[in-house]
């Protein structure tokens, strides 16, 4: 809003030394790039036309300062709305950065669920190996029982004492 806005007056060269004059004392920057028209109207942002008649020079100043007040409030309503913009950004990129954040968290979790998935497959390989080991040995143990039945049923005497799992007749 600080900003000062140049206007370029088109002016004979008469007339550029009272404006020059008149410039500085209403501090109006103007910047004379050459002959006057007989127009008063701003054709292009920044480019000012007038006549050479002296005493248009006032009206022509008063002009410029109202068209630098219209582009002094557009400035501020453009500024407000760069503002708001600006304030709508943070928001949506505060938005985007709690959606980061939560697909990170969604990604530990799966990698976590990944994890227990695997322990867990391996956890009943495991218990499948040892139930499976359970039951080749319950399965042993019947055939060692039946064994042994046979075995002492035909009272086979050539098993040596320190085989626990054979009765044994003879003393030790």
């Known amino acids: 809003m600080g900003d000062t806005t140049i206007f370029y007056a088109v002016l004979s060269p008469e007339s550029t030394k009272k404006a020059e004059a008149c410039s500085n004392k209403r501090n109006i920057p103007l ?6 028209t007989n127009n008063n109207y701003i054709s292009k942002p920044g480019e000012l036309h007038g006549n050479e008649n002296d005493s248009d020079l006032p ?28 304030t709508e950004n943070r928001r949506q990129q505060a938005q985007i950065n709690e959606l980061r954040t ?20 391996s956890s009943f390989g ?25 075995m002492s049923d035909k009272k086979y005497k050539t098993a040596s004492c320190k085989d626990r799992t054979l009765r044994c007749e003879r003393p030790c």
């Open 31 to 36: 910047s004379v790039l050459g002959e006057a």
């Open 59 to 86: 009206r022509l100043f008063q002009y410029v300062s109202t068209a630098n007040a219209e582009l002094q409030g557009e400035n501020a309503e453009l500024s407000y709305m760069v503002d708001v913009l600006q």
């Open 102 to 121: 939560e697909i990170v968290r969604k990604q530990a979790e799966i990698d976590e669920l990944r994890t227990e998935n695997v322990r867990g497959t």
């Open 126 to 150: 495991i218990q499948d190996r040892t139930l499976s080991y359970e039951r080749r040995m319950s399965g042993f143990k019947l055939k060692t029982a039946s064994w042994q039945r046979i």
